[in-house]
C-alpha cells in the first residue's frame, strides 16, 4: 500500500502557484520523497525529490516539513499544460531498483 | 537521446488467447520494471530486472504472467490465457544504475480483453 496521502483533485488558474500537498507521516529517516506527474495518456515522468532540505528545480519546488511528515510540491506558475495526476511516493534510495509504490495521487486541473 | 519505447501502443485480444507487450529501454540502463495501471488508479508494480535476472517478481499476480528479458534490454512481458481483468494499461520503465532515484516511463501499452 501507498505510504502516502493526497487530495483527490486540486485546481489552479493559469499563472498561479499550484501547491500540492502530501502527508507521510509513517516515513522512514533513510526515505525520500518524490514526485511524479503522469499527464493523460502518457507513462509517469519524474519530477523532483527531497530528503530534508527544500529542492527546486527547472519543473517545481518542494518544501518539506521538520519532522518530515508531510510536503508540498509548488508549481510557481501553472500552465495548461500542467494538468496532470501527481503522485508522491517516499523510498529509499539506498534500496537500488526497488519499485515505486503509486497511489491515486491528486488530479491538478489547470484552467485559463 | 531516445527514450523508453513499447509496442504494440494498442492491442486487442480475446479471452483466453496470449499475447506479448514488448519493452525497449534507453540504452545502457540496466534496471527495468514493469507496472500494470488500472483506470482511475495509480500504476502497480509487477516485476523488476537488475540485468537479465528477475530481481523481484514479487508483484506478478499469478502464473499466467511471466516476463523475460534475455539480453538484459530488451523485455517481454508475456501474459497467457487472458482474462477480461487483465484489461489495463502496461507501462514499462528503465532506470541506470546510479541514478536509482528516477525511473524512465514508456508511453505504455493498452490492453483490452474482450
Known amino acids: 500500500d501507498a505510504k502516502t496521502t493526497q487530495p483527490p483533485s486540486m485546481d489552479c488558474a493559469e499563472g498561479r502557484a499550484a501547491n500540492l500537498p502530501c502527508n507521510h507521516s509513517t516515513i522512514s529517516g533513510n526515505e525520500y520523497v518524490y514526485w511524479y506527474r503522469q499527464i493523460h495518456s502518457q507513462g509517469p515522468q519524474y519530477i523532483i525529490h527531497g530528503l530534508k532540505n527544500n529542492e527546486t528545480n527547472e519543473m517545481a519546488s518542494l518544501i518539506i516539513t521538520e519532522d518530515r511528515k508531510s510536503s508540498t510540491l509548488i508549481l510557481p506558475h501553472a500552465t495548461l499544460r500542467d494538468t496532470a495526476v501527481y503522485y508522491c511516493i517516499v523510498k529509499s534510495p539506498n534500496q537500488a531498483g526497488t519499485a515505486l509504490i503509486f497511489g491515486k495521487g491528486t488530479t491538478l486541473s489547470v484552467s485559463s | 537521446g531516445a527514450g523508453v519505447s513499447q509496442t504494440p501502443s494498442n492491442k486487442v485480444t480475446e479471452k483466453g488467447k496470449y499475447v506479448e507487450l514488448r519493452c525497449d529501454p534507453i540504452?545502457?540502463?540496466?534496471?527495468l520494471y514493469w507496472y500494470r495501471q488500472s483506470l482511475g488508479q495509480g500504476p502497480e508494480f509487477l516485476i523488476y530486472?537488475?540485468?537479465?535476472?528477475?530481481?523481484?517478481d514479487s508483484g506478478l499476480p499469478n502464473d499466467r504472467f511471466f516476463a523475460v528479458r534475455p539480453e538484459g534490454s530488451v523485455s517481454t512481458l508475456k501474459i497467457q490465457r487472458t482474462e477480461r481483468g487483465d484489461s489495463a494499461v502496461y507501462l514499462c520503465?528503465?532506470?541506470?544504475?546510479?541514478?536509482?532515484?528516477?525511473?524512465?516511463f514508456g508511453p505504455g501499452t493498452r490492453l483490452t480483453v474482450t
Open positions: 540504452s545502457g540502463h540496466t534496471a
Open positions: 520503465a528503465s532506470s541506470s544504475r546510479t541514478d536509482s532515484y528516477e525511473q524512465y
Open positions: 530486472f537488475q540485468g537479465t535476472g528477475a530481481a523481484d
